[in-house]
């Protein structure tokens, strides 16, 4: 056994007696509710199991973070501040462990896990550092009234996560909350619970009071369900997928809760033919098949401009046949396995589709042999279409899908012949054609000669069915927050007199 995964082991085992159940009000509490297995997606085999929370469970965690809202959003923001950089600062002191239990259960390869340990910390750091400045808002004088905004913490909100990259990604939407004064009530996904236990964890060590935080382990369809229909959590930050959110939306339509939803997406990634096309084809490669291509920006569509298509195919083609599949807690490995059985079959399926659609295997397209784990071969389809569900759908691994085109107004509708709309890459040296792509594109975010690099400060979410809301900077306090306008008189004009 490699020393990472006896420390992930490790960290499970300190978690507790199984099953794992949940944490609210300041302390663990044992699962009531059925319990589930939780899997190892590198060997196969069972970690431990997880319990889903009863509805007295999921109304309990809910009255923690009720009750503990009105002392924390009135903690002054200087405090919630110094607390959350401690947050941070355990997490970076924990970061291998982190990224060790997120090898083990979510199957990420070591490589980028530990990066993404270190980036939830920064995702802590930074919202810190914003919470005393949360409640600013503008003036808005006229001649007669001076108008002031502020904001105020909405009050308790539920987070929902996916598995892909389970603690970063929580990381994301609880710290601006937490900084906001919100309280939260976390839902991790089932297939992947343990590094949130670990955040919660972590975050008490660092002095957050009791309430503040709460985490319910469980199933979508049970727990998650019954924490988007509470009557006391005010909004739902969900990231998942577009299906999801329309349930979720549904679900908290009868008590009319705010929603931020990050969700699906097939995003293009546009290489010209006067790109620099060495570093095109990196970023092509490391956009899809990084994170075991299990990623809401992955580019999932290469679109590559028909003079160059066969040249880029055939190098393109070389290194996904290249890449390193196996072990995720090895720092060499660059693919690892699926998350789960389920999700693996999914996946393995677009192969048929592929090809009964038309299209090519160019590299992959099949299980990896000899090997317990769910491990699915880094695949390529090519010659595609757009009218193809493998251009249509999406998949969520280590699956390119390309497409050739003939020019910009060809990239630009290809592109955009999607439900999604998150990301969108465009690779081409001639400036004037980047920001006209650029603008043409119907996603949320656009890279320009650039793989996804994340700058905190600036929005992230997407349009269609990618999402709704944005992430980052100012943008996450504002849902995490009311704001409210105030209109004080100069005394200067009259009012209306009626009855008089
Ligand atoms: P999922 O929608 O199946 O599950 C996400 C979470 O929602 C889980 O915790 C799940 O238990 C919960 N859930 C499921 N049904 C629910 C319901 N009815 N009510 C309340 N909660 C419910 O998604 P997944 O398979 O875990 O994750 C993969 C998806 O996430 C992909 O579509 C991916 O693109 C998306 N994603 C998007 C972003 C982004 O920023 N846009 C980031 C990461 C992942």
Redesign the pocket.
Known sequence: MTDKRALALSAVAKLGAAPLGHFYGGVSVPGEGTPFDVLEPGTGGVIGQACDASEAQVNAAVAAAHDAFPAWSATPATERRKILNRVADLIEARADEIAAVECLDAGQCWRFMSKAAIRGAENFRFFADRAPSAADGQALPTADHVNFTTRKAIGPVAV??????PFM?STWKIAPALAAGCTVVH?????SPYSARLLIEIAHEAGLPAGVFNAVN????T???R??EHKDIKAIA????????S??MR?GSETLKRVHF????KNPVIVFDDADFESALDAVVFMIYSLNG????SSSRVLIQRNIYDRFIARLTERVNNLKVGDPFDPATEVGPLVHPR?FAKVASFADIAQQGGARIAAGGAPVEGTSGFFYKPTLFADATQSMRIAQE?I?GPVLTAIAFDDEADAIRQANDVEYG?AGYVWTNDLGRSLRVSEALDVGMVWVNSENVRHLPTP???VKS??IGR?GGDWSFDFYMETKNIALARGTHSVPRMGA
Do not use: M, Y
Not at 160 to 165: G, L, Q, S
Not at 262 to 265: K, Q, T
């Open positions: 929902i996560t996916p598995w892909n990259t990604l839902k991790p996904a089932e297939w469980g199933l979508g369809e727990t998650g369900k924490l988007t969900f990231v998942g997928e577009s299906s999801t959110g349930a979720i679900q990050e969700l699906g997406g299990q990623r809401c920006t999700h999406e969520f998150l992230f979410g997407g990618s999402g992430d």
